[in-house]
């Protein structure tokens, strides 16, 4: 079968950095793709990893390891509008989405 | 620029009833994909449109639900007869061909209650 592991949720203080986690056990892998959903709204890209190393776009960056079937996303200096749910997501053959449950981040103040 | 638009945003129906969903992806993606996330579990892949044409519907869950992309523009997706199982979050995404980076673009989804 086909799984993405995601921790359920994480809690932050204001001005932290917070880490999520994601392993991935697909058929096929073309890249590993972060969404973040806020309440009730669309899936917004945040980040894409074809291949292994950091991919850094402002306060937000993303790891992928292919070796390890593992990948992260960081974020800096959280602020409150940060708190939404994150999603990875293995592109596979066609670009087909395969999602994990998603990490609900809370941002403490 | 509009995004990808979803109608209805909310569907109360009961079991036995048909409904449909529509979706408007944005203007000149070729690509259009539906996803659904029932209560509790993953946003899972339906089906993917290249323009008019289904090229994977392997995750659509039996017969019951019918897709369509007539002309390559807006795409709607049919469940009948809905039973309660079909209860969920509808979501279409659209994407550009030949781009680096897998970026699809998500509407809002269609919340859909079969009760």
């Known amino acids: 079968g086909q799984s993405l592991e995601q921790p359920s949720e994480v809690t932050a203080v204001e001005g932290a950095i917070v880490q999520m986690n994601c392993t991935y056990q697909?058929?096929?892998?073309?890249?590993l793709s972060w969404y973040q959903q806020h309440d009730g709204g669309a899936p917004t890209f945040l980040s894409y990893?074809?291949?292994?190393g950091l991919e850094e776009t402002g306060r937000f960056s993303s790891f992928l390891s292919r070796s390890d079937s593992y990948g992260y996303l960081l974020l800096q200096e959280l602020q409150m509008k940060d708190s939404a749910s994150y999603f990875c997501a293995v592109e596979n053959q066609g670009g087909k989405l395969i999602f994990g449950q998603g990490t609900e981040l809370s941002v403490k103040p | 620029e509009a995004g990808v638009t979803q109608f209805p945003s909310h569907s109360v129906i009961e079991k036995g009833q048909t409904v449909t969903l529509r979706c408007d992806p944005i203007s000149g993606h070729d690509n259009l994909y539906w996803y659904r996330r029932v209560m509790g579990k993953e946003i899972k892949f339906l089906l993917h449109?290249?323009?008019?044409?289904?090229?994977?519907e392997s995750g659509m869950p039996n017969n019951r639900f019918l897709a369509e992309r007539t002309g390559g523009t807006y795409s709607t997706l049919k469940v009948q007869p809905a039973e309660l199982e079909d209860s969920g979050v509808y979501f279409c995404a659209s994407s550009q061909t030949g781009q680096a980076k897998n970026i699809q673009y998500f509407g809002a989804g269609t919340r859909l209650s079969v009760l």
């Open positions: 990893n074809a291949l292994d």
């Open positions: 449109f290249v323009k008019e044409s289904k090229q994977d």
């Open positions: 697909t058929s096929g892998f073309y890249g």
